[in-house]
Nanobody, 136 residues
Framework: QAKLVESGGGSVQAGESLRLSCAASGAIASSTSNCVGWFRQAPGKEREGLAAIYTDTGATHYTDSVKGRFAISQDNSKNTVFLQMNSLKPEDTAMYYC???????????????????????????WGQGTQVTVSL
């Protein structure tokens, strides 16, 4: 099995920064060719894909709304993917999740999927989430 654990969330003021971590263990950690994505969901809103990284090459992808403010990175030795969030705004308040699956990242309908012979496939493994609250 695979397990993802997010950490690093908290309450900050607008303009401050946070770095979220996504630690992988189990089957997903034994693969070096994973797509790991960060998502968020605010109350009453749909889940939004933020950034993704293909752990084999380090190739990164971002949704336009966070380009230039958020940065995804990885520490392969620790099976951890990070999301550095700068210049936070109140509208960034949400539950943040990481997800992962074996394969190359592919954008699909506002979130991230993995490529498969049958077409894009949603990321299979998800963490429990970490809350980010940004106040004025």
């Amino acid at each position: 099995q695979a397990k993802l654990v997010e950490s690093g969330g908290g309450s900050v003021q607008a303009g401050e920064s946070l770095r979220l971590s996504c630690a992988a263990s189990g089957a997903i950690a034994s693969s070096t060719s994973n797509c790991v994505g960060w998502f968020r969901q605010a109350p009453g809103k749909e889940r939004e894909g933020l950034a993704a990284i293909y752990t084999d090459t380090g190739a990164t992808h971002y949704t336009d709304s966070v380009k230039g403010r958020f940065a995804i990175s990885q520490d392969n030795s620790k099976n951890t993917v990070f999301l550095q969030m700068n210049s936070l705004k109140p509208e960034d308040t949400a539950m943040y999740y990481c997800a992962a699956d074996r394969g190359i990242c592919q954008a699909c309908g506002g979130v991230w999927c993995v490529s498969s012979p049958d077409g894009p496939s949603p990321l299979a493994f998800w963490g429990q989430g970490t809350q980010v609250t940004v106040s004025l």
